[in-house]
């Protein structure tokens, strides 16, 4: 089964590109929804978060509280990768699980959708990887638009990832999301008959 790994930065318009790829009907497997689902559900995962930040962190429901858990890591890299070597195995493991069953469930090509790709070695599972770019500019006006967050809170987001030039060294697509939406849209219909016309040729 073929695997794009797509990533990008805050503010990117990278979930834009997860819904192009949803329209062609090409399975996306969301790696933010799966930490959403573990940290409502798993209770293996809850309890070493607990113990690693306190119970401080949880909500009423006994489910981790995302935003007071965020605000935290996000101010501290060290309680980050404390966080990431938490969450992160278990992410992997449930991604693989559901790219196993789409494959036998028939599929040829799927979507790893996963902000920290680079950051967490994950470029490892995939075939390729798809950047979506934007100016560094234009990524901190959206995400002061879209999250009502402080300049200086938007930067720290920012400063948790890599560079989307750093990111960009390493891909095998770029999707440069600056323009308008036709724009965009043009260039993952290129990239898609490319990855198409590869697979036909029997490609790695």
């Known amino acids: 089964m073929w695997t794009i790994g797509l990533t990008g930065g805050i503010g990117s318009g990278k979930s834009t590109v997860a819904q192009w790829f949803d329209k062609q009907k090409v399975p996306v497997l969301d790696a933010d929804k799966t ?21 401080e962190i949880l909500l009423e429901n006994g489910q981790i509280n995302r935003a007071k858990l965020g605000a935290r890591v996000f101010r501290d890299e060290d309680a980050r990768k404390r966080l990431e070597r938490i969450v992160h195995p278990r992410v992997v493991e449930c991604m693989n699980e559901e790219r196993a069953a789409l494959r036998d469930s028939g599929a040829k090509v799927c979507v790893f959708d996963v902000p920290l790709l680079f950051e967490a070695g994950l470029e490892k599972l995939v075939n390729e990887v798809w950047v979506v770019w934007v100016p560094r500019e234009l990524q901190i006006l959206r995400v ?7 300049l200086g809170e938007v930067e720290a987001r920012i400063a948790a990832q890599d560079s989307l030039e750093d990111k960009c060294k390493r891909a095998d697509v770029i999707i440069d999301n600056s323009g308008n939406e036709l724009e965009t849209k043009l260039q993952l219909e290129e990239a898609w008959k490319r990855l198409l016309l590869k697979q036909r040729r029997g490609e790695s």
């Open 144 to 150: 002061l638009e879209r999250d009502k967050l402080e």
């Open 35 to 55: 930490v959403h689902r573990l940290l409502q559900y798993d209770r293996t995962i809850i309890s070493k978060l607990v113990h690693e930040f306190g119970a």
